[in-house]
């Protein structure tokens, strides 16, 4: 198994909603607005939206509701960078769970809660690398 | 906010047992044995184990157990190299969720089940472009 993610499918209650959010902070889809399935190119891999009770079929598994164990982070380049990512989801109707501030990890960062539960962390660390393409590395 | 996801973190009860599971995969990490979070470089993202307990705590989450709506997708070139990191998968330990079979999509799947309940579709989707570096690509 090649060591890689290709996809991540967010399981959501509304696709319609959950794209709008998607979009509202600037995300991109060729999606048409019918489509039961919205897939974001998102570097060299796939975010898609699908409802959440397909894919727990679809995946083998029991869904009781709630968080699963799995946080997101987008990765910026700097702390301002973050603040503005916050404001960003903030506007687009995201629950803040944390405000931008310096973390126990030396770096600094914001959480934001999408409308179906998914966490995303906002984060500049100051010693991965963030290429010009958006990929993110660790230290060599 | 850019159109990207930079690191997903997997929470874990026992992170040297996570580890162990996804070493037998075959994925590589820089981390010490002792370290607390596991780092693999995946393509342009990362990666990261981590005390599924301080995951929750600090992604500003209540935490009831269980799936929570996010599945993970590995993409490969053919029919047969699903079937082989299926393989790969039932020996390293995983729950086998689905064998690997033609899906309604068009495509060919099988899923696996991590030790931590985080689900791993392995896929070939005829559509969708793999380059060498593993990146995958929607259709133009």
Redesign the interface.
Known sequence: ????????????SDVARARAFYEA????T?AEPEDDVV?????????ALWS?EQ??E???????????????????RSPQEVDA?MD??RRAGARI??EGAETFWGGYSG?F?DP????W???HNPR?T??D??????PA
């Open positions: 198994m090649e060591q890689r993610l290709s996809l991540i499918t967010l399981g959501v902070l600037g995300w991109k060729r897939f974001f190119q998102s570097g060299g891999m796939i975010v959440r894919l727990a679809d995946s083998g598994v029991e869904d009781e509701g709630g968080w699963g164990g799995m946080t997101l982070a987008h990765n910026v990512v960003e989801a769970a944390r959480l809660v179906d539960g998914h966490p962390e906002v984060a991965w963030i290429a393409d958006g990929s993110t590395r660790l």
